[in-house]
């Protein structure tokens, strides 16, 4: 499985920006995928989930995120999304999208920078 996230960038203090994740791969692999998730790495911290998706529609945010961020995906399950609104400061850091729990392996994208100035 290969995750391709793309979409970060600079912006201002309450823009919005939308993160996208492609999953490709072998068949049986994606076929496998239950459960996909954004997660944010600010400077100098541990990386921390933002937001996580089933394969059934169920989300999950942080805290920080509930009512700015939502995240979605398409019905092939090919594609997650995260849109992000009123973003800040506080939001910047390189975003990884993540697919756990496929046969065993975890599945880590590249990562999307975002940075929010005041």
């Known amino acids: 499985v290969q995750l391709q996230a793309s979409g970060g960038g600079l912006v201002q203090a309450g823009d919005s920006l939308r993160l996208s994740c492609k999953a490709s791969?072998?068949?049986?692999?994606?076929?496998?995928?239950?459960?996909m998730a954004w997660y944010r790495q600010a400077p100098g911290k541990q990386r921390e989930e933002v937001a996580a998706?089933?394969?059934?529609?169920?989300?999950v945010y942080k805290d920080s995120a509930k009512g700015r961020f939502t995240i979605s995906r398409d019905n092939a399950w090919n594609m997650v999304y995260l849109q992000m609104d009123n973003l800040q400061p506080e939001d910047t850091g390189v975003y990884f999208c993540?697919?756990?729990?496929?046969?065993?392996?975890?599945?880590w994208g590249q990562g999307t920078l975002v940075t929010v100035s005041s």
């Open positions: 998706i089933t394969r059934g529609g169920s989300t």
């Open positions: 791969g072998n068949w049986d692999s994606l076929n496998e995928i239950n459960l």
């Open positions: 993540n697919a756990p729990y496929v046969l065993g392996t975890t599945y």
